[in-house]
């Protein structure tokens, strides 16, 4: 296997979005850095960005009718947020206006969502939010850089209250009435539960909290438990181990995506038989390949899987990184 010199060296001939995270994450280049100043650049001006930018200034947009719609504003709101965009770029202003122009009164942010009336829905487009996307739009604005805003420090607030003895149950908001996911009252959203661990961890003062020691913990019991448990239909079995970009719904890559952001699950058992799943992965040259795929980002590098992904192979080694481990 090649050192990771190597693989580095090849991340920096990516996308430049990687190239830009990679230099960051995992070189640990400083932002005013030349070439870290060279890659956001030119990361701003790749047309595949600004067509997301594009897209995002119809914020709420198209009405969410299932949370693992990869095509959806919210999980590209998301992206942009993750590869490094933020409040001083142009064409952010009009989209975080819209965000914050659809704020509950319970404080968080809301999303366009349409429930079927065959699970208990109107059937109509309403605003309202739950805890399967409420806390990707929370994390994203903080992402951009809006984490001491008074709207998100209060949405941050109003989550970590949903959190139960066993980590965040299936929520929504009032407009919905009854309407819950298909499980038992009394079981954790193992998504929800990822997704509100994903936002808080960004807060430090809610990283240590024992609403995020409880709900990490909960995710590492379900994967003890994954092959007598799956609460709310969220399996963690095959296709949950399969390496995927980007970060959107529950699989092994997301979940280690947040985990690690909490230094004290460092030495879990189950928390290193993920990680040990995932290194099992890379090829001969220490690269890694999507198992699986987005079809609406089907046009982007990490949208095939028969060649090895900057991405994926980005994400791999970030989550490493934050261990201090080498492949």
């Known amino acids: 296997?090649?050192?990771?010199?190597?693989?580095?060296?090849?991340?920096?001939?990516?996308?430049?979005?990687v190239q830009y995270r990679a230099r960051l994450d995992i070189l640990g280049q400083p932002e005013r850095d030349v070439?870290?100043?060279?890659?956001?650049?030119?990361?701003l001006a790749h047309p595949k960005i600004k067509a997301l930018l594009s897209e995002l200034a119809d914020w709420p947009g198209p009405a969410l009718k299932r949370h693992n719609d990869a095509s959806h504003l919210l999980h590209k709101l998301v992206f942009i947020s993750d590869i490094g965009l933020n409040t001083n770029d142009p064409d952010l202003g009009k989209i975080i206006q819209n965000i914050f122009e659809h704020q509950s009164k319970e404080g968080a942010f809301q999303v366009v969502a349409n429930v079927s009336p065959q699970y208990g829905g109107s059937g109509q487009d309403q605003l309202a939010w739950m805890l399967c996307d409420a806390p990707s739009v929370l994390y994203s604005l903080v992402k951009l850089g809006l984490r001491e805003n008074p709207e998100v420090q209060s949405a941050a607030?109003?989550?970590?209250?949903?959190?139960f003895e066993n980590g965040w149950p299936c929520t929504v908001s009032p407009e919905f009435g009854k309407f819950r996911g298909p499980g038992r009252k009394t079981d954790p959203c193992p998504y929800g539960t990822l997704i509100s661990l994903k936002a808080l961890a960004q807060f430090p003062e809610w990283r240590d909290s024992k609403v995020c020691k409880t709900g990490a913990e909960t995710i590492l019991q379900l994967w003890e438990q994954r092959k007598e448990r799956r609460p709310y239909l969220f399996a963690m079995g095959t296709d949950f181990a399969k390496l995927k970009m980007p970060l959107i719904w529950y699989d092994i890559l997301h979940v280690?995506?947040?985990?690690?952001?909490?230094?004290?699950?460092k030495d879990d058992k189950r928390f290193l038989e993920m990680i040990n799943v995932i290194e099992a992965k890379a090829d001969k040259e220490g690269r890694f390949t999507a198992e699986s795929i987005w079809k609406p980002w089907s046009s982007w590098e990490f949208g095939q899987k028969k060649e090895p992904s900057f991405i994926v192979t980005f994400e791999v080694y970030r989550i490493l990184k934050r261990l201090s481990i080498n492949l």
């Open 1 to 17: 296997m090649k050192s990771i010199d190597k693989v580095i060296e090849w991340l920096l001939e990516g996308p430049p979005w």
């Open 35 to 43: 070439e870290v100043t060279a890659a956001r650049q030119a990361m």
């Open 157 to 163: 607030k109003h989550l970590a209250s949903l959190s």
């Open 256 to 265: 280690l995506e947040v985990l690690t952001q909490f230094p004290h699950l």
